[in-house]
């Protein structure tokens, strides 16, 4: 499994058992998990990026918000009141870092139940997964969707093209090549995947089987080799059928 060797045997154990369940890719998760941990896997490592906000400040394998964290924990608010107290929020911060690894793990498990019992069909592929992680909203969306402005202004280090907007693609292909980079540092083998426009251009007549998305629609198990025997076929058929109508008409 991938990036295996920097977590426990039991940890290791854990994240497959979770991703049978969820029906997820085990490299997938431990990606995930690993880039927004700093490949450290700590439970109570702190996002330095909202340190100057405690109670918006991710905590966790998962990274996860303070407001999830209490959504998790099942914290109740008073009746009429949408949104959690300060209180709550950094005690339900604290509850996680102040948990193992292990432990917090079934909560990496109790997030993605809730993700999927929500968003119906997805292919669950490293772009999908972390974006899931990224802003949910995102996993109906095509890859040209564009991500709001807010949400631009605190990643436009993903706008490697100065674009001036960040698309769901920029950010699928910002996990595949962070896990890919990371992993062969480590001696791993990369970690294609099918949301990776780089991946597909770079492989596109070669014998593999790959998820091939189409205006953000699935095709799957078909290979890119059948797909250009198909087109070249068609592509026979009609300088064929154009010598024939040339003959004809020499006629």
């Known amino acids: 499994m991938l990036f295996d060797s920097l977590v426990s045997a039991d940890f290791a154990n854990k994240v497959k058992d979770i991703s ?10 431990m990606a995930c998990m690993g880039f927004e941990t700093g490949y450290t896997y700590k439970p109570d490592i702190l996002c330095i990026a909202t340190a100057s906000t405690p109670t ?17 924990l099942d914290i109740k608010r008073p009746l009429g009141v949408l949104k959690y107290s300060d209180e709550q929020l950094l005690s339900a911060k604290k509850q996680f870092a102040d948990m193992d690894s292990l432990t917090q793990l079934d909560y990496v498990k109790k997030y993605f139940e809730k993700v999927q019992k929500h968003y119906k069909d997805i292919d669950w592929n490293l ?61 791993y083998d990369k970690v294609p995947d099918s949301t990776s426009v780089d991946f597909i251009n770079k492989n596109a007549f070669k014998n593999i089987t790959a ?17 250009v025997l198909i087109a070249g076929g068609f592509l026979i058929v009609i300088i064929i059928a154009s010598i024939i109508k040339i003959i004809l008409k020499k006629k």
């Not at 918006?56 to 998790?72: E, N, R, Y």
């Open 56 to 72: 918006k400040q991710a905590v966790g394998i998962l990274q996860f918000l303070p407001s999830t964290c209490c959504d998790l």
């Open 20 to 29: 049978s369940s969820l029906g997820i890719n085990p490299d997938y998760l």
């Open 127 to 187: 772009g999908n997964l972390y974006c899931s992680m990224f802003q949910q909203t995102l996993l109906n969306k095509p890859l040209d969707y564009k991500i709001g402005q807010d949400a631009y202004n605190s990643n436009s280090g993903l706008d490697t093209t100065d674009k001036g907007f960040i698309t769901k693609q920029d950010i699928c292909n910002f996990i595949i090549t962070k896990t890919n980079d990371k992993a062969r540092s480590l001696g």
């Open 211 to 227: 998820d091939i998305l189409v205006n953000g629609n699935q095709l799957t198990d078909i290979t890119y080799n059948q797909h």
